[in-house]
């Protein structure tokens, strides 16, 4: 009989999170790429927009790179991973949340964005005492 140990099994808040972080990835992929045709295909004129284009280019890339090189070091179990989670997506969280209080349009609907619903509910999942165990090994 095989038995098998209960502390190298994953919680569910764990993947939750784990799952969030990669959908934030990959959908800042799909940024990059929609941000590269506005980019190299040249419909931004370069003395008007070039710079904050560079600089939202630049970040997204990083932001993306950063998520998805955090979600697949889980394994890990390093609570440096858990740590920089947490504070990735706070601060995710709080451009968001900056981004809909400058926003002179933003409504109630802004609330439902997943720029703001995604790192909310991962950092909520991080922060559950399931998770917090895991990580600290």
């Known amino acids: 009989m095989v038995t ?3 502390s190298l099994s994953m919680p569910r808040a764990v993947k939750s999170a784990q799952a969030v972080m990669m959908i934030q990835a990959v959908l800042g992929l799909v940024g ?3 941000l590269s045709g506005f980019f190299f295909g040249g419909t931004v004129e370069p003395e008007s927009a070039a710079g904050l284009l560079i600089l939202m280019y630049a970040l997204g890339l990083a932001t993306t790179g950063l998520l998805g090189w955090l979600a697949f070091m889980w394994d890990s179990r390093k609570r440096g991973v858990w740590v920089a989670a947490v504070v990735i997506e706070s601060l995710l969280a709080l451009f968001a ?3 809909l209080v400058f926003d002179p349009d933003s ?3 802004g609330l439902l964005d997943l720029n703001l619903a995604l790192p909310i ?3 909520i999942l991080l922060l559950l005492p399931s998770a917090r165990t895991w990580f600290d090994r």
């Open 107 to 109: 409504g109630a609907a």
């Open 32 to 34: 990059i790429v929609l």
């Open 121 to 123: 509910v991962a950092v």
């Open 97 to 99: 949340v900056t981004g």
């Open 4 to 6: 098998v140990d209960k």
